[in-house]
Each structure stands twice: as structure tokens, then as C-alpha cells.
Nanobody, 122 residues
Framework: VQLQASGGGLVRAGGSLSLSCAPSGRTFSSEIMGWFRQAPGKEREFVGAVSWGSDRPYYADSVKGRFTIAGDNAKNTVYLRMNSLKPEDTAVYYC????????????????WGQGTQVTVSS
């Protein structure tokens, strides 16, 4: 199973971008689906995710109030709307899906996309 992320790009600080993620092949089952990001020289970190069971979104404190996540479990798709972008949001953004219990943990995710670059200029 491969996830395909799209929608990254270059934007000025204060601008907006939307990311999308969908399976490139067959569909699959998952309990959670969301986004992580990795800036140069830093570890991959949780951005946001949705739990299909509760239909509730979860966010990292650093993006809460600026980013919105939504998804469609039946289509294995997830979206990330990013508003009020800051230079520190610059990173490669990865979508992921899995069955783990800890939604903010990398190890809860089995399927990963290839990443899409988001660059925010000051």
C-alpha cells in the first residue's frame, strides 16, 4: 500500500496551502490517518490526525488554530488545510495511516506517503 501526498509548494508567511493524501493503489483499513513533518536536521514530528472511530481531529500544539485536518475513511483520504503559515512550518510533510493507539506516535502508523515539500518564506 502506498499513499500519495500532493499540494505542497512555496508560499509567503501568512499564506495558506492545502495538502491531500490518497492511496495510489488498493484501499486499506485503518483506525487513524494523519500528517507528520520533518524539517532539515530535525526529527519527524506529529502535525495532526483523525481517528476514524471517534471522528475527532488531533493537532500538535504548534499548529492548533491554524491547521485543519479532515478525511474520508471510506476513500482512505485525508486533507490538511494550513493557514497563517510561518517560516518554521517549512518541512517535508508526510501522510500516514495505521492502527496504533497513540495517535501522535510514529510507531502507530503502518502506511506512509513519499512526502511533499512545504516552504514558507519570510
Amino acid at each position: 500500500v502506498q499513499l500519495q501526498a500532493s499540494g505542497g509548494g512555496l508560499v509567503r508567511a501568512g499564506g495558506s496551502l492545502s495538502l491531500s493524501c490518497a492511496p495510489s493503489g488498493r484501499t486499506f483499513s485503518s483506525e487513524i490517518m494523519g500528517w507528520f513533518r520533518q524539517a532539515p536536521g530535525k526529527e519527524r514530528e506529529f502535525v495532526g490526525a483523525v481517528s476514524w472511530g471517534s471522528d475527532r481531529p488531533y493537532y500538535a500544539d504548534s499548529v492548533k488554530g491554524r491547521f485543519t485536518i479532515a478525511g474520508d475513511n471510506a476513500k482512505n483520504t485525508v486533507y490538511l488545510r494550513m493557514n497563517s503559515l510561518k517560516p518554521e512550518d517549512t518541512a517535508v510533510y508526510y501522510c500516514a495511516a495505521g492502527h496504533g493507539m497513540v495517535i501522535r506516535s510514529l510507531s502507530s502508523y503502518t502506511y506512509w506517503g513519499q512526502g511533499t515539500q512545504v516552504t514558507v518564506s519570510s
